[in-house]
């Protein structure tokens, strides 16, 4: 149950705000409370001049205020720093409606505690987004549920929430923007729903407890700094080995194995991966810093990257489905791979390139 307050100005009818926001009962006293859809609604009482205000309710910063009509600026602004002075609104999820579609975006304040769940409906609208910054700082959320549908997230949107150890997102937003979860220092586990195509630059920087995370085959890009500083990220689930090889990565600093992270497909650890018959390319920094021991190259490659392994110390050994002239004329591919043996159909090519047939 939320709690939320709303201006009441004298001169207005009982009846007529009866009518917009629900029964109440305020008397003479300076303040009341009544129940609207399951919600504690605090109303305050004030006076500004002798005019009466009318209009409807939105929800703003923690407050549900009313749209009033007939004063001026400053009149308005008055009454706006009277609803922030008022009591029992600040530890609640504000929904704010998107002007054109009437679709909410719902953001947090500071003194938000525990468990959070957002509704996806709120007065029977859908809830689409979060603001920008919507739960930055709210350091003492445990645990962040997310409504179906969700469209779009914000930039820091879970900035500094340095007690988040879980949040769930479910299938909606295309884009984890930049700083999303910044800080989020108690994060342990994280997956990421199909959809999503980008993940921001620092979305994750020093999140250092997150020992898991769970990409999807969606993902097309990873900007820089994403994992920066998440030491203790032990396990990269990936769901398409081909897909993951086209991945752009902007810069060493945005692979995720970049702290020496296992790779995981199908939950299970990978020390030995398969590419897939059919890629083409594996694009820069797609395992950079991963624990891979060996790993089997298509036929079909075209060209790897020479970052595509960098700091991949474990890796040794090379199996490559075609023969060995095709091998060097895969490009870039000996640089790529200059630290492994090449195992090809018809023998293998040394570390410095020589070749010895069967």
């Known amino acids: 149950m939320r709690k939320v307050c709303v201006l009441a100005v004298c001169g207005m009818q009982r009846k007529e705000f009866s009518n917009l926001v629900g029964k109440w009962s305020l008397g003479?006293?300076?303040?009341?409370?009544?129940?609207?859809?399951?919600?504690?609604?605090?109303?305050?009482?004030?006076?500004?001049?002798?005019?009466?205000?009318?209009?409807?309710?939105?929800?703003?910063?923690?407050?549900?205020?009313?749209?009033?009509?007939?004063?001026?600026?400053?009149?308005k602004e008055a009454a706006f720093a009277a609803v922030e002075e008022a009591e029992n609104t600040k530890a609640t999820i504000v929904y704010t409606a998107d002007e054109k579609s009437g679709e909410l975006f719902a953001a947090g304040t500071k003194e938000l505690k525990g468990e959070v769940s957002?509704?996806?409906?709120?007065?029977?609208?859908?809830?689409?987004?979060?603001?920008?910054?919507?739960?930055?700082?709210?350091?003492q959320v445990t645990k962040i549920t997310l409504p179906a549908g969700l469209k779009e997230i914000g930039e820091r949107a879970f900035f500094g929430c340095s007690s988040l150890k879980k949040i769930a997102i479910s299938s909606g937003p295309r884009r984890i923007p930049a700083y999303a979860f910044f800080g989020c220092s108690a994060l342990e586990e994280l997956t990421?729903?199909?959809?999503?195509?980008?993940?921001?630059?620092?979305?994750?920087?020093?999140?250092?407890?997150?020992?898991?995370?769970?990409?999807?085959?969606?993902?097309?890009?990873?900007?820089?700094?994403?994992f920066w500083g998440c030491e203790r990220l032990e396990k990269v689930e990936v769901a398409d080995l081909a897909a993951w090889c086209a991945i752009q990565f902007d810069g060493e600093d945005a692979a995720p194995f970049i702290h020496g992270a296992e790779l995981c497909l199908g939950g299970k650890t990978l020390r030995y991966a398969e590419i897939p018959q059919g890629v083409l390319k594996i694009d820069a920094y797609a395992f950079a810093g991963s624990k891979l021991e060996a790993v089997c190259i298509p036929q079909s490659i075209r060209c790897i990257e020479p970052?595509?392994?960098?700091?991949?110390?474990?890796?040794?050994?090379?199996?490559?489905?075609?023969?060995?002239?095709?091998?060097?004329?895969?490009?870039?591919?000996?640089?790529?791979?200059?630290?492994?043996?090449?195992?090809?159909?018809?023998?293998?090519?040394?570390?410095?390139?020589?070749?010895?047939?069967?």
Do not use: N
């Open 28 to 75: 003479r006293r300076m303040c009341g409370e009544f129940e609207l859809d399951g919600d504690i609604v605090t109303v305050y009482k004030t006076r500004f001049g002798e005019r009466a205000f009318i209009g409807d309710g939105k929800v703003s910063d923690g407050v549900l205020l009313l749209k009033l009509s007939a004063f001026d600026a400053l009149q």
């Open 118 to 139: 957002i509704a996806d409906m709120d007065r029977g609208k859908r809830v689409i987004g979060l603001k920008k910054g919507a739960f930055e700082a709210c350091r």
């Open 192 to 226: 990421l729903p199909d959809g999503i195509e980008e993940i921001g630059s620092h979305a994750f920087e020093f999140c250092r407890s997150l020992g898991k995370i769970f990409l999807p085959a969606s993902v097309r890009r990873i900007e820089s700094g994403a």
């Open 307 to 358: 970052t595509a392994f960098e700091g991949c110390t474990s890796l040794t050994r090379v199996v490559y489905g075609g023969m060995a002239a095709e091998w060097f004329a895969v490009e870039k591919a000996r640089r790529a791979l200059e630290m492994c043996t090449v195992f090809c159909t018809d023998g293998k090519i040394e570390k410095g390139g020589t070749l010895k047939r069967k």
